[in-house]
C-alpha cells in the first residue's frame, strides 16, 4: 500500500490566544503537486511551518513519509522528540521561503554545497559536480561565484530553490515564492518551479499565482481563517467552487484585491 | 533670465576656492608648529627617551601588556559567547546564571576584582577539591594568574553584550534556511548565524580590545610588570618623569596601531558578500 507524504489529520496550532489552524485535514500523495490558496492570516505559511517542524502542532496529527513529525507516541503517551531526530525527520523536507533567505556570506555555489558537505557529509567533490548541475538547471551555471547581493531577487530564489533541491528531499513546499517579486521576474521562478514538478517530486505550494495553480496542481485547498474550506481538483475549486467564500476570493484575487478578500 | 541651449560641457569652468580649507590648514600648522617649538624647548631629555625606547625592561613591559591583553581577550570572548548564549537559552536556570555574571562582573569596578583576586588567600588560604588535588591560594595566585583572572572574567561579562546584539541582528530567516536544510542549532551556530553576527561585531570588540590594552595597566596595582607600571618604576629611580611616560605612550600607540590594522584586514576578510557602507561628504 502507498501511504500518503504528507497526512495531516485534524491539525490544530495556537498562537497565545490565536487559534491559527483548526481541523486541517490535507493529504498529499508521493508525486503530488497541492497548491494552496486563501487570504492572508488564512493559516497557510503557518501549515507548511508545521510539516517542515518550524512550528510544533497542538492537537491532531501531522505524518511525513509514514513518520508522526516532531513526537513519538509510547503506551498512549506523548512525547517531544529530541532535537537531533527532529533535525533529521526536517531534511526530508526542502523548503523554499518567500524572502529567499539566501545566505549572504556565501556565493550561490557555497548556498548549495553548504547543506550536502555538513548536513549529509557528501564528499566535497561529489557536493560540487550536483550543485553545479543544479545551477545549470536552474538555469544559473554562470553565476555559481556570485554572491547573493549580487543576484536579482528571481536569481536569488532559482539559487534557493536549487540549494533545497540539493539536499535530496521527498517533499519540497514553497511559500508564496514568487511573491517578493518584480512582475517581470515571476516567470523565471514558476518555470523552474514546473520544471522541478515535471521530474515528479512532490510539491505543496502556497502561491498566488491562480494559472501556476492550474496549470500544475493535481490538487488545490482553499483555506480561510486557520481552516480548510475546500479542496479539489483545479478545475473544481478555481473554476467552479461550490462554497460562496471560495468564490468571494476568487473574484477578489481576479480583480487584483487578494488583500480585502 | 531667459532660457538659452548653452552646453557647460563646452564652457570654461570656475575653480572652486576652498577659502575655509585653506584657513584651516594655516591655523592648525600654527598651533602644530608651536607644539614641536613648546616639546624642543621644554626640559625634556630626548635622548633619554630614545635610550628607553627599547631598553629591554621596556620590552619586556610591552611584551607583557600585550601578553596579558590578547589572553584575557580571548578567554573574555568565549566566556562572552557562552553568556550571550546562555542569555537566549530557554532553560530559565541557564539563561538567569548569564544574567547574574553579567550583571557582576559589569557592575563591580576592575580595580576591586584585581584587588580581590589577588587577595584571595586572605579568605581562601587553600583552594581546590577536598581530598583531589589542593593548593596553597597564596603560590597559585601571582599577579599574572589574579591579572589573568580579573581581566578574563570583566571582558567575558563586557563582551556577552556586544556578541548577543551581533546575534540578534541576524535575520531569523537566516535560522529557518538553515534550520530547513537539516542542521542542528551548534551547525547553524557555526556555519550560518556566527559568521554573519562575527561582522557586525568586529568593531564593537576591536574597541573593546584596545581598551582592555590600556585597561591592563591597573595590574600594577597588585604587581604585574606590564608597561605602565615599568615606566614608573625605572622613573621612580632615574627621575625622568616626563621621558618615561612618553616612552610608555609611544608604546601604546604603536601597539594599538598595529591591532587596528588587523581588525582593518579582518573586516574586509568578512565584507564578503556584503555591500561596502559609503563615505560623505
Ligand atoms: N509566531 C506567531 N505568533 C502569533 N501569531 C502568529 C504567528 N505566526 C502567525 N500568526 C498569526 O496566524 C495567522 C496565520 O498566519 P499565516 O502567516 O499562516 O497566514 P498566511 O495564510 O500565510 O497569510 P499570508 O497570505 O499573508 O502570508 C495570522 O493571523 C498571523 O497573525
Ligand atoms: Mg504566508
Known sequence: MNSPIVSAQRVSKRFDKFQALTDVSIDVEKGEVVCIVGPSGSGKTTFLRCINQLESIDGG??????????????????????DKEIARQRHLTGMVFQRFNLFPHRTA?????????????????????????????????????????????????????????????????????TSALDAELV??????????????????????????????????????????????????????????????????????????? | ???????????????????????????????????????????????????????????????????????????????????ALGRSSRNPVISSIAAFYTWLFRGAPILLQLLIWYNLALIFPVIGIPGIWEADTVRIMSPLAAALIAFSLHEGAYTSEVIRSGLLSVDAGQHEAAKSIGMSYGLAFRRIIGPQALRIVIPPLSNEFIGLLKMSALASVIGFLELTGTAQD???????????LFVATAWYLVVVSMFSLGQFWLERRLARGFVYGGKHG
Open chain 1, 109 to 177: 555555489l557555497e548556498n548549495i554545497i553548504e547543506g550536502p558537505i555538513h548536513v549529509l557529509r557528501q564528499p566535497r567533490r561529489e557536493a560540487l559536480d550536483m550543485a553545479q548541475g543544479l545551477l545549470a538547471r536552474v538555469g544559473l551555471a554562470a553565476k555559481a561565484g556570485s554572491y547573493p547581493s549580487e543576484l536579482s531577487g528571481g536569481q536569488q530564489q532559482r539559487v534557493a530553490i536549487a540549494r533545497a533541491l540539493a539536499m535530496k528531499p521527498k517533499l519540497m513546499l514553497f511559500d508564496e515564492p
Open chain 1, 61 to 82: 496529527s501531522l505524518w511525513v513519509d509514514g513518520e508522526l513529525a516532531g513526537y513519538r507516541v509510547e503506551a498512549d503517551v506523548v512525547h517531544r522528540l529530541p
Open chain 1, 187 to 261: 516567470g523565471e521562478v514558476l518555470a523552474v518551479m514546473k520544471d522541478v514538478a515535471a521530474t515528479g517530486m512532490t510539491m505543496v505550494v502556497v502561491t498566488h499565482e491562480l494559472n501556476f495553480a492550474r496549470e500544475v496542481a493535481d490538487k488545490v485547498v482553499f483555506m480561510s481563517e486557520g481552516r480548510v474550506i475546500e479542496t479539489g481538483s483545479p478545475d473544481r475549486v478555481l473554476t467552479n467552487p461550490e462554497e460562496a467564500r471560495t468564490r468571494s476570493f476568487l473574484s477578489a484575487v481576479l480583480s487584483g484585491n487578494s488583500e480585502a478578500a
Open chain 2, 234 to 244: 625605572i622613573y621612580y629611580v632615574n627621575t625622568k618623569i616626563m621621558e618615561m
Open chain 2, 1 to 83: 533670465m531667459s532660457i538659452v541651449a548653452i552646453d557647460i560641457a563646452q564652457m570654461k569652468r570656475a575653480k572652486p576656492r576652498h577659502y575655509g580649507r585653506w584657513l584651516g590648514a594655516l591655523v592648525l600648522l600654527l598651533c602644530l608648529g608651536y607644539l614641536v617649538y613648546a616639546f624642543a624647548v621644554g626640559k625634556i631629555d630626548w635622548g633619554t627617551v630614545g635610550n628607553y625606547l627599547f631598553h629591554p625592561r621596556i620590552l619586556w613591559a610591552v611584551g607583557m601588556t600585550i601578553f596579558l591583553s590578547v589572553v584575557s581577550m580571548t578567554i573574555g570572548v568565549i566566556i562572552g559567547t557562552f553568556t
